[in-house]
């Protein structure tokens, strides 16, 4: 049977990096009572150039790890890579209330006009099953050309970092995908399917029209809000800590580690760091 939820009960976000603070934004914007279990996995990241079974494998030990540890009231796997691999499993296997991260087709085959959507993702998503499925249920009489986009990922991270990003990069991935189909031209939104992209979605769209020559009104399209909502739909009528809830970023150290990204989460009102 179902435990009532304590009030201090957190919200856990998982994702191998920054990237899950595109979700955590506007789930906060819509709970700013929550409290909350950033976890990361540094040493793992990149998962996108990773293996369906290791990431199947680490994603699955991690998350029952912290769940053990923080009985979240629910879980947000805030990474389309983790999400379409592993999502299913974590789900048969765990009590916990799941959401997932998987790239935003659906809004953007409603709203395209061209019929050609444009996907940005890890090597590792744009290959998924889970991709393909979202492509025949949304997709029908539309084309979605996909592109791996992984240097993203780093670009991302480095920014937040504070740390400077040549913004060839960026050209590069809206290239990359303009070029990836000869009707890459019409392209008239771009799903960013991964949860790093949003933190640079300004520089890719000012990339896409300003060197590549998509036009203005480009679109770019992720989860987040959809996200938060459904956070929201889930928690509803539960109780929250009366004031100061608890905020928490789990690392596991490595290379990047989350030590020098810590400003963001300060603004967030994280105040511990804690090893996994
Ligand atoms: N943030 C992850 C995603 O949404 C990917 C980053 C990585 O490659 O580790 O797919």
Known sequence: MQQPVAPESPILF??????????????LALLPQAPIVYATDY???????????????????????????????VAVIACNTASTIALAHVRAALDTPFVGTVPAIKPA??????????????EATIRQPYV???????????????YAAP???AAAEAKMRGQYVDPQVYVNAIRGLENAHDKGFWIDRIVLGCTHFPLVRDELVEAAVK??????????????????????????????????????????????????????????????????
């Open 14 to 27: 998982f994702d191998s990096g920054i990237g899950g603070v595109s979700v955590l934004r506007p789930t």
């Open 43 to 73: 040493l793992g990241l990149p998962y996108g150039e990773k293996s369906e079974a290791e990431i199947g494998t680490r994603v699955s030990a991690l998350l029952g790890r912290l769940i053990e540890r923080f009985r979240p009231r």
């Open 109 to 122: 085959a409603l709203s395209t006009e061209t019929g050609v959507i444009g996907l940005l993702g890890t």
């Open 132 to 146: 393909d499925r979202l492509e025949q249920e949304f997709c029908e009489g539309k084309l979605l050309v996909r």
């Open 151 to 153: 240097e993203l990922v």
């Open 211 to 276: 060197q590549v020559g998509f036009p203005n009104d480009i679109q770019t399209i992720n989860g987040g809000d959809g996200i938060a909502r459904r956070i929201l739909q889930l928690t509803l009528g539960q109780p929250w800590p009366a004031s100061s809830p608890r905020r928490l970023v789990i690392n596991n150290g490595g290379p990047l580690a989350i030590k020098p990204v810590w400003a963001p989460f300060a603004a967030m009102g994280f105040t511990e760091l804690q090893a996994v």
